[in-house]
Nanobody, 129 residues
């Protein structure tokens, strides 16, 4: 299983943007569906976005549609989550997760945490003025 590492979190003002990155060590992500999740203290981890291993299928949770974009750079084997028009409600710890999968199953609907075995340590996103 790959070890995933997120980066790119931080403090941003409302309306601002951040780009989160997800890289793996040990195993490449080429055959992995990648999901982005977020979790606030005391709340369940929720699936925000997902990209299938062939990049043909993506999913966005309703509250982030039109603001967040998931993408994969195969040259650097990195998955990105571009987040625009951020609001205080987007403040959470964001995690990327991977699951080896050749089909679109994991990204046809909201990704579930139990469907992904490899996780990163999370990166904090804080939206505040």
């Amino acid at each position: 299983q790959p070890r995933l590492v997120e980066s790119g979190g931080g403090l941003v003002q409302p309306g601002g943007s951040l780009r989160l990155s997800c890289k793996a060590s040990g195993v490449g992500l080429r055959s992995y569906a990648i999901g982005w999740f977020r979790q606030a203290p005391g709340k369940e981890r929720e699936g925000v976005s997902c990209i299938s291993s062939d990049d043909d299928t993506t999913f966005y949770e309703d509250s982030v549609k039109g603001r967040f974009t998931i993408s994969r750079d195969r040259a650097s084997d990195t998955v990105y989550l571009q987040m625009n028009a951020l609001g205080p409600e987007d403040s959470d710890i964001y995690y990327c997760a991977g699951e080896r999968a050749l089909g679109p199953y994991h990204c046809l609907a909201a990704p579930g945490p139990s469907d992904f075995q490899s996780w990163g340590q999370g990166t904090q996103v804080t939206v505040s003025s």
